[in-house]
């Protein structure tokens, strides 16, 4: 299975700290699950870029949304996991564009995810849910980085 982190908006300057960040705990998320950054300039281009990504079965979509379901480490572990384990090939985590998603890319979505209440610049939130996703990695392959303290 592989990984997608993408984000919609300007491409990041080169050097920035939280970019470089992001693109550490996705290299020290490759050892679990091959993982890329994606970064696209509109929501039109993204969801163009996902309907190239077909594979055996097509990828599935997770949308950053401040409305969209919250969960602990554990269970977004879990989530990935029961995907992993029912064979699919490609999750796509995208961060949308600045005044939210359209109603038609939350359809497109298997799930609108919520990294909380608060709202975060879109390169602080790459980061947390890059953590979140080697923390994941972690949890399923019952690495010590978590211990759920």
């Known amino acids: ?36 950054p994606a970064s696209l300039r509109s929501e039109d281009a993204f969801l163009e870029w996902l309907e190239r990504r077909h594979g055996r079965t097509p990828a599935l979509t997770v949308l950053l949304d401040s409305r969209g379901h919250q969960m602990t480490s554990e269970a977004f572990a879990s989530w990935i996991g029961v995907r992993r384990d029912g064979g699919a090939q490609h999750i796509v985590f995208a961060i949308g564009p600045a005044d939210g998603w359209s109603d038609a890319a939350k359809l497109r979505a298997q799930l609108l995810l919520s990294l909380g209440q608060f709202t975060f610049a879109h390169s602080l939130a790459r980061l947390v849910l890059a953590e979140q996703i080697y923390r994941a990695c972690t949890i399923l392959a019952g690495h010590p980085y978590h211990t759920g303290h």
């Open 1 to 36: 299975m592989r990984l997608t982190l993408a984000h919609i908006g300007a491409r990041l300057p080169a050097g920035d700290d939280f970019d470089r960040l992001t693109s550490w705990y996705l290299q020290r998320s490759g050892a679990y699950f091959p993982c890329e």
